[in-house]
């Protein structure tokens, strides 16, 4: 899979599965815009994976939320590399409790990065993908966003919503050869499943056919995919990431 050339903006992608994610479109050639919220020192360490992979990268910091934020973050990618071809949105974040004792900003906090913020960074992208009349957008959602999970309404309505988001898309712009996909990863090998309990993780394993976590690696590759020319005829449509768990 070749992306020699082209230039690829992806958020949340100082570390987990976006450094990968940022790490393997480097070795496929592309260039990568690294974007983060607020880790200078983990964006910096992604962006020298990208440059040891032997392509050019660049950090910079927005947070996705904020709609001017992420309009003038696009325009210097555009601007800097001359293309925007690929997007990933996969910045996101939590704040898990149950619905009870869920607050009001901890719900619209969940909505406004993980869900508004792919929106945001979506209608920048297209804009120069229309002229350019092609482009690959891949949106990082979640198998949570398909079955739930008890303590996670905020992010499975997120997650859900980005599905729903990446079918209509993809049927707005599948006319001018931009594909919207979204890849569904199950339980990765992160920090955020770094800090569960053995029990909690031997309960985990114990749902997934496969066997093991993934790493984050393996995510990657299946949005490298998605992104590239392999993918051509593919829009529109979800792939899980998750060792089985929910066929």
């Known amino acids: 899979m070749q992306l020699t050339g082209k230039t690829a903006?992806?958020?949340g992608g100082s570390r987990g599965i976006g450094r990968a994610i940022a790490e393997q479109l480097a070795q496929a050639g592309a260039n990568v815009?690294?974007?983060y919220a607020g880790r200078t020192e983990a964006a910096e360490e992604t962006l020298r994976l990208v440059q040891a992979a032997g392509s050019k990268g660049k950090i910079i910091q927005c947070d996705v939320s904020q709609e001017a934020a992420v309009a003038a973050m696009v325009k210097e990618v555009k601007d800097d590399f001359g293309s925007v071809d690929i997007l990933v949105n996969n910045a996101g974040i939590t704040r898990d409790t149950l619905l009870m004792r869920m607050k009001t900003e901890d719900w619209q906090a969940v909505l406004d990065t993980n869900l508004t913020g792919a929106f945001y960074c979506t209608r920048n992208a297209v804009k120069w993908?229309?002229?350019q009349r092609s482009g690959a957008i891949v949106n990082i959602t979640s198998?949570?966003?398909q079955i739930g999970n008890a303590g996670q309404a905020n992010y499975a309505a997120a997650?859900?919503?980005m599905i729903g988001f990446t079918?209509?898309?993809a049927k707005e712009f599948a006319a001018r050869r931009i594909r919207v996909n979204a890849v569904a990863p199950g339980f990765i090998e992160t920090d955020m499943t770094a800090v569960l309990s053995e029990d909690a993780k031997k309960g985990i394993l114990a749902s997934i056919p496969l066997g093991?976590?993934?790493r984050p690696e393996?995510?990657?590759k299946a949005v490298v995919f998605l992104a590239s020319d392999e993918a051509q005829y593919i829009t529109g449509q979800v792939l899980n990431v998750d060792g089985g768990m929910i066929m």
Request: proline share 0%; hydrophobic share 65%; charged share 15%.
């Open 212 to 214: 093991y976590m993934a």
């Open 159 to 161: 997650k859900a919503g």
């Open 129 to 131: 993908m229309m002229k």
């Open 143 to 145: 198998i949570v966003g």
């Open 9 to 11: 903006i992806v958020t």
């Open 218 to 220: 393996e995510v990657a």
């Open 33 to 35: 815009a690294i974007i």
């Open 167 to 169: 079918k209509a898309v």
